[in-house]
């Protein structure tokens, strides 16, 4: 006997109702529908890494990064050179702090907490969610990287964002240009260009960052003691220990604007990111490792 | 409709969505083309109905995969459902309209982007919020959503214009069904 075919107008009713249920059903319900997309990123990767890292490289043409062609070394590239020495200055200065602690600790006989060590590696940007405010990375759990790893700029020590979920071959990063980031707000020093020195931290002014719908960082509330120690073109650092310690001295952007606000005890601070986060050509994620079964707690 | 042109062409259009949109993007504001979105009003304009959801289904299920979301605990969520449900509606928007068209005009395929692309997010829009307010996903304002979608659409509707010239010229590999094809006619009355 002959089966009967289905009927396809009660098949798309069927199909309609399951996706409005998948649609608004709540998440813990239906996080496993995620796992679809980790072999999809696979095979849409490919294709739309190149493409991404063309558009990188349209970008960058119209907003040249590009060395000078005589061969000398352009202004920006010098101005990259004395970030990137300055943060590693600032590290240092952090480390000795952390090492004057931990001799006090271990006089005190308190076993002191140590930060774990950060594994550095380059992932290429393959795709953008404009809507979502992420960026999708071709690293994934299979080269190490995990949650809470913090994505910088490759070619500075700008901060991208932190990785947010992981598939096998594909990360997603949250930017810090999106109002949703959490933690919501960053703790940002105000420093100069000059050579950092320990002063320049103990002395620098902060402000609270959040996200505006602009792409830009804003602080509206700012102490006007404070904003009047800060102008248009300072440097902001990220110096907030809600973030992971390889986040820390990260460039988060420049003082752009300093705007009164309705209370005379108050400045708007608004904060501009150096580099374009959701157009990067690549990031280098900085990977917690995991600490050694025996260490150290 | 063949199937197997239809994954190629499908599989590229989501590598240009995912890997291409930033390029074609208005300043750092979230508006951007679809093509995707230009690629179902293709096949919507010539294939059959039934076949023009089934693409839509696909095509929609893809973009949701593909567009995952920020939750409030700080990870991210996939949402199936918003995309596939707006690409079926759009497709069966198309398909409605395309009786009142001159489908062999790019004019035509770029007006009905802008039409399709703005239903598919109105319904995106409005499922996601109604889920945002009792569960863990986070959106921004609806307002604003809904605005910088349907600006999506008037730029998707532009790109349509080279993207759907290019189209045209690999239709007979999609091997459309003649059915479909009917021209509209009015029929004299006896």
């Not at chain 1, 096998?168 to 980031?181: A, E, F, K, N, W």
């Not at chain 1, 707000?185 to 609270?208: H, I, N």
Request: proline residues 7%; contains cysteine.
């Amino acid at each position: 006997m002959a089966r009967n075919a289905p009927n396809p107008r009660a098949l798309l009713s069927a199909t309609i109702l399951v996706l409005v249920v998948l649609a608004l059903a709540p998440t813990r319900f239906t996080r496993w529908v995620g796992w679809f997309r980790n072999p999809l990123m696979i095979l849409v990767a490919p294709l739309s890494g190149p493409l991404a890292a063309l558009s990188s490289r349209a970008h960058e043409a119209v907003d040249p990064e590009t060395d000078d062609p005589r061969g000398l070394v352009s202004r920006e590239d010098l101005q990259r050179q004395l970030d990137e020495a300055n943060q590693v200055s600032a590290r240092a200065l952090e480390r000795v702090r952390e090492l004057e602690s931990l001799v006090t600790e271990y006089q005190r006989g308190v076993p002191p907490y140590r930060d774990p060590a950060v594994r550095k590696l380059e992932a290429a940007r393959i795709g953008v969610n404009l809507s979502a405010g992420t960026i999708d990375v071709s690293r994934g759990s299979r080269d190490g990287v995990t949650v809470g790893s913090v994505a910088i700029a490759r070619r500075s020590q700008h901060l991208v964002g932190i990785v947010t979920s992981v598939g096998p071959r594909v990360s997603t990063v949250h930017l810090i240009t999106d109002r949703r980031l959490d933690p919501p707000l960053m703790v940002g020093l105000v420093v100069s260009d000059d050579v950092w020195k320990e002063q320049t931290f103990t002395d620098a002014p902060r402000c609270q960052l959040k996200a505006d719908a602009d792409g830009t960082l804003v602080d509206g509330a700012v102490p006007a003691g404070a904003a009047d120690r800060m102008q248009t073109g300072h440097l902001v650092v990220l110096s907030d220990p809600s973030w992971p310690s390889a986040a820390q001295y990260c460039i988060l952007g420049r003082i752009t604007r300093i705007e009164p606000t309705d209370s005379p005890h108050y400045r708007k601070v608004v904060v501009t990111p150096q580099v374009d986060v959701s157009r990067v050509r690549s990031v280098i994620l900085n990977i917690p490792e995991a600490p050694r079964a025996g260490g150290a707690p | 409709m063949n199937w197997v042109v239809f994954i190629v062409f499908a599989y590229a259009a989501l590598g240009m969505e995912w890997g291409l949109r930033d390029a074609l993007q208005l300043g750092n504001l979230p508006v951007a083309p679809s093509f995707v979105m230009i690629l179902l009003v293709f096949i919507s304009l010539w294939a059959t109905p039934m076949v023009s959801i089934v693409a839509g289904l696909i095509l929609g299920a893809m973009l949701d995969m593909l567009n995952q979301l920020p939750a409030r605990d700080g990870t991210d969520v996939v949402v199936l459902g918003p995309h596939a449900l707006g690409c079926m509606l759009a497709a069966y928007t198309v398909v409605t309209m395309r009786a009142l068209m001159f489908r062999r005009g790019v004019l035509s395929l770029a007006f009905l982007s802008v039409v399709a692309m703005a239903i598919a997010q109105i319904i995106v829009v409005s499922l996601l919020y109604v889920r945002s307010r009792y569960d863990v996903i986070s959106i921004m304002g609806s307002g604003q959503e809904l605005s910088s979608r349907l600006a999506s659409a008037v730029a998707t509707g532009v790109v349509a214009f080279p993207v759907g010239a290019a189209l045209g010229l690999f239709k007979g590999l999609f091997g459309f069904d003649e059915a479909a094809r009917k021209p509209f006619r009015i029929r004299p009355r006896l």
